[in-house]
């Protein structure tokens, strides 16, 4: 269903785009952003391992994500009444999730199987192959979920360095994911993020920048996205 369908039915759909997939990869990192996509519901500094899953599904709604060659998004469906609380939810993931080495291990063990399951898919193993015969000196070449020897090999200190990377990128110019208007953003030294835009208003929530417009008694927010040209900025 569409954003305007969700929105007829008493429905919000948040969700946060990442400008980065298994193409910004390393050669020896294939499947490290899919994987890091699954650690990001896997507990943070105030949600355990399973509560972040818990905390939309006990207001009757759902989180997932998925990863593609070259976007990450995470998103969530739930009552609109209860978006406020989704956002923090999802906003508390992007950005403050643990990396706990037990939950990793766990991880990597669950994305195997799915590397072995989709071994077993005909249609899989040809679209795998198409790509290799296609893209063999692009990161194309490589599936997204990657190999399972890589995979094995990840480390919590390698994602931390990731995402130190990520963290110390200057500002950089951003567009709201459903109006398309430019922000200007910048991460501040107690790791905030701080957004401007004529004629919006703007909060943390979790530590991310949201566009609120308050009517009606409900919220009307946009997660930002930085641009390609910034894109590990987040």
């Known amino acids: 269903a569409g954003a305007a369908d969700l929105a007829a039915h008493g429905a919000a759909q948040k969700s946060f785009w990442v400008n980065a997939g298994s193409a910004d990869e390393r050669l020896d990192q294939a499947g490290l ?43 969530i469906v739930l009552a609109s009444q209860f978006a406020r609380m989704g956002m923090d939810v999802l906003a508390d993931a992007i950005r403050r999730s643990a990396f706990d080495p037990e939950e990793l291990a766990r991880e990597i ?44 090999r990840i480390t919590p200190e390698e994602i931390w360095e990731v995402l130190s990377k990520a963290a110390t990128r200057r500002p950089g110019a951003a567009k709201c994911r459903d109006c398309g208007q430019p922000i200007t953003w910048a991460v501040t030294e107690n790791d905030k993020m701080i957004a401007l835009q004529d ?3 703007f909060e943390i929530i979790g530590g991310v920048a949201v566009a609120v417009e308050k009517g009606a008694g409900s919220y009307r927010s946009h997660f930002i996205s930085c641009t390609k040209g910034n894109q590990e900025a987040f």
């Open 33 to 75: 952003a899919h994987l890091l996509e699954h650690m990001l519901f896997k507990g943070t500094a105030r949600r355990g391992p399973g509560e972040i899953a818990r905390d939309i599904e006990s207001h009757g709604g759902e989180i997932n994500a998925w990863t593609s060659f070259d976007q990450t998004v995470y998103h």
């Open 109 to 152: 063990e669950v994305v195997c199987e799915e590397i072995k399951r989709a071994d077993d898919m005909p249609a899989r193993r040809a679209s795998r192959d198409l790509f290799a015969t296609l893209y063999q000196v692009h990161p194309y070449q490589r599936p997204v979920i990657g190999w399972a020897e890589d995979i094995k």
């Open 199 to 201: 004629g919006k208003g």
